[in-house]
């Protein structure tokens, strides 16, 4: 009996702390792993606005994950994930995505020759924050950049995806402005599929179990 009673324990132990995969779509499932807000430093902070007189450095939200699919060379389009101040009302398109240690190109606007997913899936009673990125490129000799950009859709191979799942420490992360420099409320979409809401502090880390 006692031996039972411990093997049930040990099951519920492990499907109570497993992290959930969430279906996207028909080939790719998510599960988010850790969330850190980190409010913008003094050096190296890109600034957002409509112009370079109203421009304003803000805080970025870091998601990290991982990915499960058979993916067959599908072309993933990670313009489809937004993050949704729920304080402001603001939703915001993600900055930056890595995968191992690859970052996903930016195509500036006037080159970007697909569908604007970000905006596809625009939902009512919010505004899209569809900011200018104006990076500090004065330690290179070159004076400010400003420009709008897409991230370029991506192939990611399968062998990736499984090579990452096996690394405990290994994920893919997902990098979004915020204008909330304090405590904030935010939820994650995948076009309109809702991914993870959370709350998060200034400066604040927490793994997801």
Do not use: C, W
């Not at 112009?51 to 991982?66: C, H």
């Not at 993600?94 to 240690?101: A, G, L, R, S, T």
């Not at 930016?106 to 104006?134: A, N, P, R, T, V």
């Not at 191979?157 to 499984?162: A, F, H, L, M």
């Amino acid at each position: 009996m006692k031996i039972t009673s411990l093997i049930l324990i040990q099951i519920a132990f492990f499907f109570g702390h497993s992290q959930e995969f969430k279906k996207l779509d028909e080939d790719l499932s998510i599960s988010i792993r850790k969330v850190e807000h980190v409010n913008p430093v003094f050096f190296d902070t890109p600034r957002y606005g409509k112009s370079k007189a109203i421009a304003e450095k803000l805080a970025t939200i870091y998601i990290r994950f991982k990915l499960r699919g058979e993916l067959s060379g599908t072309i993933i389009d990670f313009n489809k994930l937004s993050l949704v101040d729920n304080n402001r009302n603001l939703r915001h398109r993600p900055k930056q995505f890595f995968f191992d240690y690859y970052e996903v190109k930016k195509i500036k606007l006037k080159d970007f020759k697909h569908e604007d997913s970000f905006l596809k899936y625009s939902q009512e009673g919010i505004e899209d924050f569809d900011h200018y990125l104006l990076e500090s490129t004065k330690t290179a000799g070159v004076k400010d950049i400003s420009h709008q950009f897409r991230l370029a859709p991506v192939i990611i191979p399968n062998e990736n995806i499984k090579r990452l799942n096996k690394k405990k420490n290994k994920f893919y992360s997902v990098l979004f402005p915020t204008k909330e420099k304090e405590k904030g409320s935010y939820t994650l979409y995948y076009e309109d599929v809702e991914v993870y809401s959370f709350t998060v502090k200034k400066n604040e880390s927490f793994k997801v179990d």
